[in-house]
């Protein structure tokens, strides 16, 4: 019997890095759009395709204990760091925490209520629950634990030639480097909005990522998806890790007729 904690990725994602190699493996399929050369030839940057495997390999190389953060005020160090490490009190968990209390609760032995509450959170962002076949959904949080253990972020200014990918963004990977970058949009969001992207972007280095652009979450919830894209759309990962650490579900807007 396929334990729950033995947690599988679908096996019909099309390799959608094309050509780089993708954590999950998945075997290719005809649906392969590396197959499609212009597909495969798409922006190499932002929020489609931005994920490195060099990024991954070289945060596991030479991990280090404090992240680096270049081109950032003081005032933006403050906000980073508490976006990734929280208050200290546990009234607001940073990004660190959430990925690593995620992928505790997908580790216990026994079905407890928290591994049932990510099942049907998995189920309902991932279009999947925790019983798949494939390579680990705990794998992939294990890697973003990873990433987010020795980040390195920069602060992009209007000089830097990557600036302009900040448009609409509050933060985004370039294939190729090992840095997230964080954009103007990045710190006039709240302390919430940062960790979760800050998570987002750990799935970026993970693997994570959609071929053509992406969307967003609006609502982070347990019981709704934001996107049909399942394991490769990056906030189903953010809303995903959210659910599972236990962290408030985001509230509807409620829309009264009068
Ligand atoms: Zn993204």
Known sequence: MPALYTLLAM???PALLCGQE????PPQTS???CKVPE???????????????EAAAAAEASPRSTPAL????DSQKKNILRALNGDGKKKFNGAKARVLTAKKV???????????????GSKAIFGAGLEITGVTITETLGSMNKALGSPALRC???ADDEYKYCEARPAFIVIGQTVVWLCPDFFKSSDESRARTLVHESSHLSGVGESQGESYCMIF??????SDSGFLAADNWASFVNCAAGEASDEADVITAD
């Open 31 to 33: 649906a392969d759009p």
């Open 39 to 53: 597909k495969c030839e798409a922006p190499l940057v932002g929020e489609a395709r931005d994920y490195g495997a």
């Open 22 to 25: 993708y954590p999950w493996t």
């Open 221 to 226: 919830s347990c019981s709704e998806s934001c």
């Open 106 to 120: 997908l580790d216990a032995t026994s079905l407890t209520p928290e591994l049932q509450r990510a099942n049907q």
């Open 156 to 158: 992009a200014k209007p």
């Open 11 to 13: 096996v019909f994602l």
């Open 70 to 73: 270049q081109g950032c005020t």
